[in-house]
């Protein structure tokens, strides 16, 4: 990764709630950006969920990404970004 620049990569994911009454498709982006600084160089790295098949109610989800497990609450129609 070049110096002062953001990489996206989009993984396939799949999303399970309710005891696994709902299950859904949905692709995943993990976005790195990296801050230079004047000692050391600052990353930050999140995860979001940008697209699914479906959009099932509010609610905890599991979200497999790549044989990862994550925890997801979906509040007000929206999916949350995850800071890993």
Same mark, same amino acid.
């Given at each position: 990764?070049? #110096?002062? %620049?953001d990489? =996206? ?10 005891? *696994? ?10 976005v790195? #950006?990296? %801050?230079?600084? =004047? ?10 969920? *940008? ?34």
């Amino acid at each position: 990764m070049k #110096k002062g %620049t953001d990489k =996206t990569d989009l993984f396939p994911g799949i999303l399970r709630g309710d005891g *696994d009454l709902v299950q859904c498709k949905c692709t995943v982006a993990i976005v790195t #950006k990296l %801050t230079p600084g =004047t000692s050391a160089n600052a990353v930050l790295t999140s995860l979001r969920i *940008d697209s699914a098949e479906q959009s099932p109610p509010d609610g905890i989800y599991r979200l497999d990404v790549r044989g990862r497990i994550f925890k997801v609450l979906r509040e007000g129609g929206k999916w949350p970004i995850l800071k890993l």
